[in-house]
C-alpha cells in the first residue's frame, strides 16, 4: 500500500470505475448487476482508501472486490446459470486484470438508440462518469428516488433491448459515436450553463464532460468530430471564471475580462481546432469549436471578427440546421449589416414550434430591440424573456436589463 493522496482519490476512482466496469462486463455480461457490483466497489474503496492507503494496484482491487460483489448478488439471487458463470469471480487477482480501456465500449451501451436522451445522459454518469444516484440527481434538482428509477429503467431496457458489449460496426458504430458526442455535449452544456436552479453553472459537471471526451479523444485520435467537440468545450469552458461577478450575477460575454480566462485551455483548444479543420470534412462540432476560437482570438469584444463568424455560421446551418443556431446568426448578422438584418433573420424563427416562448429567442430579439433603439419593446422582451427561463440567474440577468429600459 501507498500513502493515499485524498484529493486525488476521487479523481482516481472516477478514472478507474468504467475500466473496472468493461472487464466485468466483457467477461460476465450482466451489466445491470455488474455496473451495481462496481459502485459498491468503488464505495468500499472511498471510505478504505483515504485511511489504510491507495493499493499498489487499485484497478485490480476494485475488480476483485467488484467481483466477489457480483458473486454476493448472483447467489441472493438464487439464479443457478448466472451463479456458475460468476462463481469464479472470487478468484480473480490483480495480476490477471486484463490491461484494456472499454471506456468507448461503454459509452456506446450507456448511449443505446434504446434510450431516451435523459437516459442516456443520466446511464452514462453513473456507468462512465462514476458519479452516485444521488449526485446525478442533485446535478438535474430531481429527486433522488426520481433518478434511481430512471437508470433502473434505462439498464432494464438495454437488457430487453439484447444489446451485447460487442463493438458496433460500420454504420451503426457511426451513428452511435454520434449519439455518445451529443450525449456529452449535453452533460457539458448543463454543466456551463444549468437548465435550472440559482447556480448558473454546475464545474462538477462540466469537468466531467471534458473528462470523458478526453477519453474518446484519446481512443479516436484521428476523429475530427471528437477533436472538435474537445476544442469546443475548452474553448467553453475557459471563460467560466469571467461569467459572473463575485455576487453570482451573469456577465455577457461582450462585457467579460478577457483577461480573467483560463489561457492553457484557450491554447489547447485553439490548437485541437486547427488540427481538427484540416481533415477532409467539416462537422458541426468543428464549426462551433472554430467560432469559439474567433471569440478567444479577439483580445476584445469590439475585435471580434464578426464576418468570420457570421459566415461559419451560414456554414453550420447548411450542414446542421437548428433553430439555436439561426438565432446565433442573428446575432452574428446584427453586428455586421445592424440589428434590423438580425431581427428580419429572427422572425423566421417565429413559426417554429420549439421556438414558441423560448427565452432565448426572447432575449436575443430584446438585445437587438434595444440596439434598434425601441426601448419598450425591449423591455417587454426582456421581462418575458425572465419569466420564461427556469434559471434563476439568467432571471436576475433579464430582469435587470429590464429595469434600465422601464417606462418612466
Known sequence: ??????????????????????????KYGLFEGCEDAVQEAVLAAAVQWPSEGVPDNPRGWLVTVASRRLVDQVRSDRARRERESATAAAEVVPESVPDTDDTLLLLFLCCHPALTAASQTALTLRAVGG???AEIARAFLVPEATMAARISRAKQRIRAAGSTFAPPEGAEREARLRVVLQVLYLIFNEGYTASSGSELHRPDLAREAIRLTRTVHAQLPGDGEVAGLLALMLLTHARRSARTTSTGDLVPLDEQDRTAWDRPLIDEGTALVKAALAGPELGPYRLQAAIAATHADAATAA?????????????LERIAPNPMVTLNRAVA??????????????ATLDADPRMAEHHRLLSVRAHLLEKAGDPAAAHDHYRRAARATASLAERRYLEARAARLRPS
Open 1 to 26: 500500500m501507498t500513502a493515499p493522496t485524498a484529493p486525488d482519490i476521487e479523481d482516481l476512482l472516477r478514472g478507474l470505475t468504467p475500466q473496472v466496469l468493461g472487464t466485468l462486463v466483457r
Open 131 to 133: 458519479l452516485t444516484t
Open 303 to 315: 475585435e471580434t471578427d464578426w464576418r468570420q463568424v457570421h459566415g461559419l455560421y451560414l456554414i
Open 333 to 346: 448578422l446584427a453586428e455586421t449589416e445592424g440589428p434590423g438584418a438580425g431581427l428580419a433573420l429572427l
